[in-house]
Structure formats: structure tokens, C-alpha cells
């Protein structure tokens, strides 16, 4: 649905489900009123400002990549069918670029991920023992409005630290 932003040095490649409602009619990632995405990668330091929804396409200068793992649909999480889910894609991807870290933005992306690749049958915030290849793998709570009682921001905050760790 929206247009990955990968380029070759990314760092973290952030993976949410599918676009989000507004974000499909706008054609912006995590465009939503209520979503925490572009304020939480100023506040994790992620970024060094507030980016945004417009300015998607600038973070690969802040060496961040951002995708989907279901291209073909939309809306929330409990919307999608799942039949637009492609972990293959997203493993292509993987191996393509490289990135040092893959970080889900929300459970579901990940466990679907995770299952197809590890058979895992569910999954926790934050850093997973799993990689694939050198690519450590990431868990984070949504921050779609939608997913408000999930929301811990310390996950992004940890992912922010280790995201400057490694771009030095």
C-alpha cells in the first residue's frame, strides 16, 4: 500500500503491519491523529527533531528504513486478514540491505514474523533472542491511538539507545 523507505546503510528498519486508515488515504505512514510514531522517534532520539508524517522520506538520513509486512491491505491490526501478510518479502528484504536491526511496531507483525521463520508462538517487547543472520530483531509496543493500553514507551526508548550505539 505505501512505498517502503529502505536504502543500503540503514541501521534499523522499522516494520509495521499494514497502513493504517488515514495513512492509506493520505499515502503517509503512521499519519494517523492519534499515533506516537513521529513523536517517539524525536523523544528516543531516533531522530533529532519531530518529524513530519510528510517527511517519511527523509530517514534514511538518520539511517532508519521503514516497511510493512502487509503491502495489500489496510487499517488496523483487527481489520487485516492477513492474507497480504509476506514474510518472505520481508526476509528479502533483510538479506538485501542488511540492516543491523529489524524493529516491529507493533505485536502482531512481529509474531507473524517470528512464527513463520521460528515457529514462535507468541512474543515480548522489547529485544528478541532470535536474529536473523546479523540482524537483531526488535519488538515494540504499537504506537497507533488505537493501541493505547499497550503503550510503554521504554521499548523505544531502549531501541533509540541501541539504534545510536550503533551509528556511533
Not at 512505498?3 to 494517523?32: F, K, M, N, Q, W
Not at 542488511?98 to 515457529?119: D, E, M, Q
Not at 507468541?122 to 529485544?127: E, F, L, N
Request: proline share 6%; hydrophobic share 45%; with cysteine.
Amino acid at each position: 500500500m505505501l512505498a517502503d523507505v529502505i536504502e543500503h546503510g540503514v541501521t534499523t528498519l522499522l516494520c509495521g503491519s499494514a497502513a493504517g486508515a488515514v495513512s492509506a488515504r493520505l499515502g503517509l505512514p503512521y499519519a494517523g491523529p492519534g499515533n506516537k510514531f513521529w513523536p517517539m522517534l524525536a523523544e528516543s532520539g531516533l531522530t533529532p527533531r519531530r518529524l513530519a508524517p510528510a517527511e517519511f522520506r527523509e530517514l534514511p538520513r538518520y539511517r532508519l528504513g521503514l516497511t510493512d509486512i502487509n503491502k495489500t491491505e489496510w487499517g488496523a491490526d483487527s481489520d487485516l486478514t492477513g492474507a497480504g501478510d509476506d514474510t518472505d518479502a520481508l526476509r528479502a528484504k533483510i538479506e538485501a540491505y542488511r540492516p543491523a536491526i529489524l524493529a516491529f511496531t507493533a505485536k502482531r507483525p512481529a509474531l507473524v514474523f517470528l512464527r513463520a521463520l521460528f515457529g514462535a508462538r507468541q512474543v515480548d517487547y522489547g529485544a528478541q533472542e532470535q536474529r536473523l543472520g546479523e540482524t537483531e530483531i526488535h519488538v515494540l509496543p504499537s504506537p497507533s491511538g488505537l493501541a493505547i493500553r499497550w503503550w510503554d514507551s521504554s521499548h523505544w526508548h531502549a531501541l533509540g539507545a541501541r539504534h545510536r550505539a550503533l551509528v556511533g
